[in-house]
């Protein structure tokens, strides 16, 4: 049973380059979430996708933006990137049931970015 | 808004020693609470989590945490922990009145336990 699988591993970019990451989430799993993950500290929630819609957004710029697929899979954008987007992004999974409280999420490796 | 405090940023311990890590969350509504631990190289996995009843819940590897509702934490503790639990410890809460999923985690503690 493939778990979380994020693409690319690695990637470099410069100042004001755009950039899409990649997600398939965990099988059975139809809710996707992304975290920034900066050195030394915890992973920050940006936005969650449910129904190919953002359900719920954290505290990042319109620069950073994101679509989910009618097979569940999702992308990251990020425009105009700056220094401060160097991060770990993370990519979780979970499977939303009625009645029944939040399921724990299941995390990807994550893609770093580096900004030069 | 929620937030997570981990006091304890960096541990050494030895194996055989107990660990005790602290984590408490700043949100006055109902929370379901969890540890996360992420060992090098690897991503980040669901030690165990709480979302109701007994508030001392088990997780994996022996690691066990305790709810107390009334000092708003969550520690995380095991009695006796070995060099395969050289980690990073999470700690992360949801809001239930927030709708959906949306994790919020503390700033984690680097444990290092020596052979």
């Known amino acids: 049973d493939a778990g979380v699988t994020q693409s690319p591993t690695h990637l470099i970019k410069t100042r004001g380059q755009q950039v899409t990451l990649r997600c398939s989430p965990k099988?059975?799993?139809?809710?996707v979430s992304w975290y920034q993950q900066a050195l030394g500290q915890g992973p920050q929630f940006i936005f969650q996708?449910?129904?190919?819609?953002?359900?719920q957004r954290g505290n990042f710029p319109d620069r950073f933006s994101g679509h989910q697929f009618p097979n569940y899979s999702s992308e990251l954008n990020v425009n105009a990137l700056l220094l401060g987007d160097s991060a770990l992004y993370l990519c979780?999974?979970?499977?939303?049931?009625?009645?029944?409280?939040?399921?724990?999420?299941?995390f990807g490796d994550g893609t770093r970015l580096s900004i030069l | 808004a929620q937030s997570v405090s981990q006091h304890n940023h960096h541990v050494i311990l030895s194996e055989a020693a107990s660990l005790e890590l602290g984590c408490n969350y700043s949100?006055?509504?109902?929370?379901?609470l969890f540890w996360y631990v992420q060992y090098p190289g690897q991503h980040l996995q669901l030690l165990l989590k709480?979302?109701?009843?007994?508030?001392l819940v088990k997780g994996i590897k022996g690691f066990e945490a305790e709810f107390i509702k009334s000092k708003f934490s969550f520690n995380l503790r095991k009695p006796s922990v070995q060099w395969s639990d050289t980690a990073e410890y999470f700690c992360?809460?949801?809001?239930?009145?927030?709708?959906?999923?949306?994790?919020?985690f503390g700033t984690g503690t680097r444990l290092l336990v020596s052979p």
């Open positions: 979780a999974s979970s499977k939303v049931r009625t009645g029944i409280q939040n399921q724990p999420q299941h």
């Open positions: 099988s059975g799993h139809d809710t």
């Open positions: 996708y449910y129904e190919e819609e953002e359900r």
């Open positions: 949100y006055g509504g109902t929370v379901n």
């Open positions: 709480y979302f109701s009843g007994d508030p």
């Open positions: 992360a809460v949801i809001a239930m009145n927030t709708g959906f999923q949306k994790l919020v």
